[in-house]
T-cell receptor, first 111, second 114 residues
Framework: DAKTTQPNSMESNEEEPVHLPCNHSTISGTDYIHWYRQLPSQGPEYVIHGLTSNVNNRMASLAIAEDRKSSTLILHRATLRDAAVYYC????????????FGTGTRLQVFP | EAQVTQNPRYLITVTGKKLTVTCSQNMNHEYMSWYRQDPGLGLRQIYYSMNVEVTDKGDVPEGYKVSRKEKRNFPLILESPSPNQTSLYFCASNRLAGEAGELFFGEGSRLTVL
């Protein structure tokens, strides 16, 4: 199964952009790249996903490298509410469905 | 409101006493799964179900059972709980198995086995 590698922790100041990296060098052609985040004492929450092209939604942007071996989640203006653990996950788009979460990146946001 | 509901949210039990954690979703989703979360290990998949009567093992299925008799419910059964099953458990659902998109998670069930 393809694995992802993320830094254990990152820090940001409020109102600044945050770039959260993820390496997935063994990604296969049918793997979608998903990002979830988990706020303290809550279940994981979907953020964004993509396959090959960069994606934007109201929460964040996802930049995917041309070779798809890495991706970056971009929070354009961090708020205190964005402090969470961010998980980069690969989802294989055929019949079986095994989601593998790594240990994620803990993002701290300072006022 | 679209949601995944787990019960109980908190439970303390003793070794060997069978228990069931229920999970229900109101979105008519085909795919449901269970995860456990332990410090330093992230989330690990226990079992998943691609539809009614279709279940399969995830990465850490030992000591657990599941059933999917109806689409909305996916209970997690611990026939003989042991202390190493003390963990935070999450149920999740997705519209279709293998479909890229949003996986909906419940709020979690914190289980302590003494």
């Amino acid at each position: 199964d393809a694995k992802t590698t993320q830094p254990n922790s990152m820090e940001s100041n409020e109102e600044e952009p945050v770039h959260l990296p993820c390496n997935h060098s063994t990604i296969s052609g049918t793997d979608y790249i998903h990002w979830y985040r988990q706020l303290p004492s809550q279940g994981p929450e979907y953020v964004i996903h993509g396959l090959t092209s960069n994606v934007n939604n109201r929460m964040a942007s996802l930049a995917i490298a041309e070779d798809r071996k890495s991706s970056t989640l971009i929070l354009h203006r961090a708020t205190l509410r964005d402090a969470a653990v961010y998980y980069c996950i690969l989802l294989r788009s055929y019949n079986t469905d095994k989601l593998i979460f790594g240990t994620g990146t803990r993002l701290q946001v300072f006022p | 409101e679209a949601q995944v509901t787990q019960n109980p949210r908190y439970l303390i039990t003793v070794t060997g006493k069978k228990l069931t954690v229920t999970c229900s979703q109101n979105m008519n989703h085909e795919y449901m799964s269970w995860y456990r979360q332990d410090p330093g290990l992230g989330l690990r998949q226990i079992y998943y179900s691609m539809n009614v009567e279709v279940t399969d093992k995830g990465d850490v299925p030992e000591g657990y059972k599941v059933s999917r008799k109806e689409k909305r419910n996916f209970p997690l059964i611990l026939e003989s709980p042991s202390p190493n099953q003390t963990s935070l458990y999450f149920c999740a659902s997705n519209r279709l198995a293998g479909e890229a998109g949003e996986l909906f998670f419940g709020e979690g069930s914190r289980l302590t086995v003494l």
